[in-house]
């Protein structure tokens, strides 16, 4: 089974010159949305704040000592960020792509040819940016191989935007069913709780964004939308049985994966292979649609 191209889930932030900005934010339309920024220091204030697919800076606004300083700052506090410099209208000069260099940036796109921004499309959508959703599926799918499409559709919504998915009556908005319906057919299969799988989302997503130095624990809290540092703290040790300081120094993505896998999904693959958890089964009594899309219980209690 394959999976539809997807927008990016996290905006492109951007040190573009003015001219520059309208073009690339019609080369991004239905892949991502742009966050413009006037100074790099603009965009490492951005990183901080908020979860980021990539960056984009003009080569023409990189020509100074002071911004190579700023602009390897940030590429080492935040290495799991793609930067993409840009070689636009305003020509560029040799000092200004040194800086770049020295900076680490290491990609360069010429978006003054038409190709160009095919080129910068390819790089966010694909070849840049592995995102965590994509990955997570990927790995889902390598183990469990074939399966329903009703199982599909569950990881798809735990993974697919999952920083804005943390109840189960959230997930249950998004796939059209009661929430008890939904926990109690995980029950009777034999599943762990759809609630566990959730949380795992969450932590793979929270693995990702720690792999940057420049991302702080409450940073990162504040991303994915927990209450509070303490609550991301507590979520932590419910799950895990450690620390948030402990999760950071022990999981990276990669591993908090494999743990996903060896406790969610390995020991379960021959139910996820037949199981139907969103299925209509014959005399069942379904909630009727709205115009939004949604089960009328979501839009009575929304």
């Known amino acids: ?7 990016l ?25 742009t966050i413009h920024r006037e100074s790099v220091a603009g965009v490492h204030d951005e990183l901080r704040r908020r979860r980021v697919s990539a960056v984009l800076v003009s080569v023409a ?21 793609p930067t993409v410099a840009l070689l636009g209208a305003v020509p560029p000069t040799a000092e200004s792509l040194l800086h770049l260099g020295n900076a680490g940036v290491t990609r360069i796109v010429d978006v003054r040819i ?12 694909g070849e840049l940016l592995a995102e965590v959703d994509q990955q997570c599926l990927d790995a889902v799918r390598a183990e469990i191989g074939e399966m329903t499409p009703e199982g599909w559709r569950f990881f798809e919504a735990i993974f697919v935007r999952a920083e804005r998915v943390s109840t ?8 059209g069913i009661l929430p008890s319906t939904l926990m109690s057919r995980f029950h009777r299969a034999g599943l762990p709780a759809p609630k566990q799988y959730l949380c795992y989302a969450r932590l793979l ?33 419910m799950l895990l049985g450690m620390s948030a300081g402990e999760f950071r120094a022990r999981y990276d993505f990669a591993a908090m994966r494999e743990r996903f ?36 219980w979501a839009r009575r209690t929304a």
């Open 168 to 175: 189960i009556r959230t997930l249950a908005i998004r796939l």
């Open 114 to 125: 038409p190709a160009g921004w095919n080129r910068l499309r390819q790089l966010l959508g």
């Open 9 to 33: 889930t996290a905006p492109v932030v951007t040190v573009l010159e003015p001219e520059e900005r309208l073009r690339v934010d019609a080369a991004g339309a239905g892949l991502y949305r």
């Open 61 to 81: 606004r990189c020509g100074r000592d002071t911004q190579e300083r700023q602009m390897a700052t940030l590429v080492r506090e935040f290495p799991s960020v």
């Open 205 to 237: 997503r929270a693995t990702r964004l720690l792999e940057n130095p420049g991302h702080s624990l409450a940073g990162v809290s504040h991303a994915l939308r927990y209450s509070s540092p303490q609550s991301f703290g507590r979520h932590v040790r």
């Open 1 to 7: 089974m394959t999976l539809a191209p997807r927008a």
């Open 261 to 296: 896998l060896v406790d969610l999904v390995r020991p379960y693959r021959h139910i996820w292979r037949d199981l139907r958890p969103l299925a209509v089964r014959p005399g069942m009594v379904v909630p009727p649609s709205v115009a939004d899309g949604r089960p009328a």
